[in-house]
């Protein structure tokens, strides 16, 4: 066996540990870098850090019947684990499979009993906790979590927070006080991680509200008179399904709009993929939507500058303007794109506007700070804005609505890189609102049947958060 300190010299070796300046998806700059997914090339190690992890289990008195690593990474070192010491062993797949018996866990699931989660690197606790829920549903009970690294950025308060008690082999500082003494790093380069750390902690000290329900939202003194009308919508037809209506021709949107106009709170166009746009044919839209009481949103992603969008907005054939109630707008060129729109609206409180903080697509470039300042230029115009298309909930205001698109009854990804998320992970785990689905009905044999399903699976998602 390596010593610990030994243990860390041989991770830095092979860099499953760095220290430099490393660009993390969310788009922060971080001064270290994790990644131990290439332990796998090095087996003895991989055997080395699982019986540290299950010797953690073991000084921490964890009592459990089976173990589950989070996928991918830690689910070699459940597998030593497993095999060395004689344990079961359930895996949690990454995605439902979409046949047979869409078994989420693996293994024998003995109910009521409790399963230990291994982890490779805790930040947030985010996936460790996702696992936990989905063992739970699976009929096991989650107590506790081993972690190899706990990079002390809020994961062990968050999952605390939930009941579930994390013990780490190392911290990263821990990680780093090894280094420094061993002369592999400089000491200043662990003050600048400590400082990191410190700012990047994601610990929110208990403010867990009971969220209020769609009726209370829509009843707040600054929800806009548009929005209220959604959130009447909604809690009366007990819908949040928007179907983006990506069809060509209005004989078939006017059918898809009738027979599904009973299940969704919203319909979505694009006005400019439509062969037979006419005045007329968004006059039986428009009477549609009144009688099966649901709004209409013209997806236009306005994004040019507010002089442009303006006219965009009001006039061309399509004079959106005059019918939709909700469009929406990329927040690119800045707050100027807003003031454009509204300035060309007498009644301000019969149109609103949704602000794209993020989209669906993979590699799309909205990061975190990106988001955070469509956040907040919406918070500046709320006689406008009333939320967001976004992936997952991103403002606090309860008057603020979150449109997600990417919705399927099945996770994945289409040829160009649209990504689907269940309407339960959309509404219920990242908090959203709306969920927006079109090829998920349109491709359907049945699209009545199956916009109705939608609508009851984000229904049911919603009372379930
Ligand atoms: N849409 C997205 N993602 C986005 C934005 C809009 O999919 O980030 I902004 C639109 C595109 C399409 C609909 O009209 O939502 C989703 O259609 P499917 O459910 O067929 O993928």
Redesign the pocket.
């Known amino acids: 066996m390596l010593s610990r300190e030994e243990l860390v010299l041989r991770l830095f070796e092979i860099e499953a540990v760095k220290f430099g300046s490393f660009t993390l998806k969310s788009g922060i700059v971080s001064p270290v870098y994790v990644d131990l997914r290439v332990m796998i090339s090095y087996p003895s190690l991989l055997k080395e850090v699982s019986e540290l992890l299950w010797k953690k289990a073991e000084e921490a008195n964890v009592q459990y019947k089976s173990l589950c690593g989070v996928p991918y990474t830690a689910l070699p070192m459940a597998t030593c684990i497993s095999v060395d010491h004689d344990i079961p062993m359930l895996i949690r797949r990454k995605e439902a499979k979409d046949y047979g018996t869409k078994k989420k866990v693996e293994g024998n699931c003995e109910k009521d009993s409790v399963c230990l989660i291994i982890e490779d690197v805790v930040t947030t606790g985010s996936s460790v906790y996702e696992t936990a829920e989905i063992l739970e549903e699976a009929g096991v009970r989650v107590t506790d979590a081993i972690v190899l690294l706990d990079r002390e950025q809020g994961g062990k308060a968050n999952l605390c927070n939930k009941n579930i008690t994390l013990h780490s082999v190392f911290t990263l500082t821990g990680v780093m006080k090894i280094l420094v003494e061993k002369e592999k790093i400089k000491p200043n380069q662990l003050q600048e991680v400590k400082s990191f750390l410190a700012k990047n902690n994601s610990f929110k000290p208990s403010t867990i509200h009971r969220s209020l329900s769609f009726r209370e939202r829509g009843m707040q003194k600054q929800t806009h008179p548009v929005a209220r009308r959604l959130f009447d919508i909604m809690e009366q037809k007990q819908t949040n399904l928007c179907f ?1 209506a ?1 069809v060509d021709n209005f004989a078939e949107l006017l059918e898809l709009a009738d027979k599904i106009g009973q299940y969704i709170c919203c319909i ?1 166009t ?1 006005v400019d993929i439509m062969e037979d746009f006419s005045a007329q044919n968004i006059k039986s839209l428009k009477e549609l939507s009144v009688r099966h009481n649901f709004l209409i949103f013209e ?1 236009r ?1 306005f994004a040019d500058i507010g002089n442009t969008v303006r006219s965009q907005y009001t006039g061309g054939i399509y004079k959106i303007s005059d019918w939709c109630d909700i469009t ?1 707008a990329h927040s690119l060129p800045g707050p100027g794109i807003v003031s454009g729109l509204k300035s060309s609206l007498d009644d301000k409180s019969t149109r609103a506007c949704l602000l ?1 903080a ?4 993979q590699g ?1 470039l909205a990061d975190s700070k990106y988001k955070q300042s469509t956040v907040e230029m919406a918070s500046e115009h709320g006689d406008f804005v009333i939320g967001f ?1 976004c992936t997952s909930k991103v403002s606090e205001n309860p008057s603020h609505i979150h449109f997600t ?4 009854l099945i996770n994945g990804v ?1 040829g160009f890189g ?1 990504k ?1 998320l269940t309407p339960d992970e959309v509404i219920r785990r990242r908090g959203s609102d709306v969920i ?5 009905i ?1 491709e359907s044999a049945n699209r009545i049947k199956t916009a109705k399903e939608f609508q009851e699976a984000g229904w049911m998602a919603y009372n379930r958060r």
């Open positions: 983006s990506d979505k694009h997806d992603k929406n794209i993020e989209m669906s697509s799309n298309i698109p990417g919705v399927k289409d649209q689907y927006i689905v079109g090829r998920g349109t």
